[in-house]
C-alpha cells in the first residue's frame, strides 16, 4: 500500500533537497514522479530551489483553490504516476491534504510532503497540522541553531530585527528573512512562546 509522508523540519533542515534527491532518485530508475509546488510559495517561481544550488521546475503550481488529485490527474494519469512530490507543504490547504491521504490509498501513489510543521510565532500551519493527524509517516528533518543546539523553531526578521507578530505567510527574501533558532534563542531573541 502507497503512504502520505510528511517530512518536516526548521528552516534550513534540507527539506528542499532532500526532495530534489529523491525525485531524482525516482527518474534514474525510469520512474515519473510529478513535483507539486503550492503556488503561494513565489521565491523561486516556478521552480524549487535548495540552498546548496540544487533546482528543477516543478510540474504543478498548486493553487489554495484547486483540487489536488484532479490537477495531478490532468497533468498525468494517476496510473502513470509514480510519487508525487510536494515541496512547501505547510501551505497546502487542510483539503488538500487529505487528497493527498486519498492520492495513496485508494489511487496508491506514494505521496511525499515536505515543509515547515509551525510558522514564526510557533503556530501550526494549517497543512501542516492536518498532515501531522493523517500522515503516515512523520519525520523530523533537523538542523543547528547558531549557538549549536538543535533548531526548532523558525524566527522572522524584518529589516534585521526580530519579530513577534504578523501575517503567517511572509515569503522568505520578499518581505521578510528567517532563522532556524534552539528554544533557548527563541526566547532571548523573539520572546516568550505564547499560545493563542
Do not use: W
Amino acid at each position: 500500500m502507497a503512504k502520505l509522508y510528511f517530512r518536516y523540519g526548521a528552516m534550513n533542515s534540507g527539506k528542499s533537497t532532500m526532495l530534489l534527491q529523491a525525485a531524482f532518485n525516482y527518474e534514474e530508475r525510469d520512474q515519473q514522479p510529478l513535483i507539486v509546488k503550492p503556488g503561494i510559495d513565489t521565491k523561486a517561481g516556478d521552480a524549487i530551489t535548495s540552498r546548496i544550488g540544487a533546482s528543477r521546475p516543478v510540474d504543478i503550481l498548486l493553487g489554495a483553490d484547486q483540487s489536488l488529485r484532479d490537477t495531478v490527474g490532468a497533468k498525468a494519469p494517476l496510473g502513470s504516476v509514480d510519487a508525487v512530490f510536494i515541496d512547501e507543504a505547510q501551505f497546502l490547504t487542510p483539503a488538500q491534504v487529505d487528497e493527498a491521504f486519498v492520492m495513496a490509498v485508494t489511487d496508491g501513489v506514494p505521496v511525499l510532503a515536505y515543509g515547515l510543521r509551525a510558522d514564526f510565532m510557533t503556530r501550526a500551519f494549517p497543512g501542516s497540522l492536518r498532515l501531522l493527524e493523517i500522515a503516515h509517516s512523520v519525520e523530523e528533518l533537523k538542523t543547528i541553531c547558531r549557538c549549536g543546539s538543535k533548531a526548532v523553531f523558525n524566527a522572522r526578521r524584518v529589516n534585521g530585527e526580530f519579530v513577534s507578530h504578523g501575517n503567517q505567510v511572509a515569503i522568505d527574501g520578499e518581505h521578510a528573512e528567517y532563522e532556524s533558532l534552539c528554544g533557548r534563542c527563541y526566547m532571548a531573541k523573539v520572546g516568550p512562546v505564547q499560545h493563542g
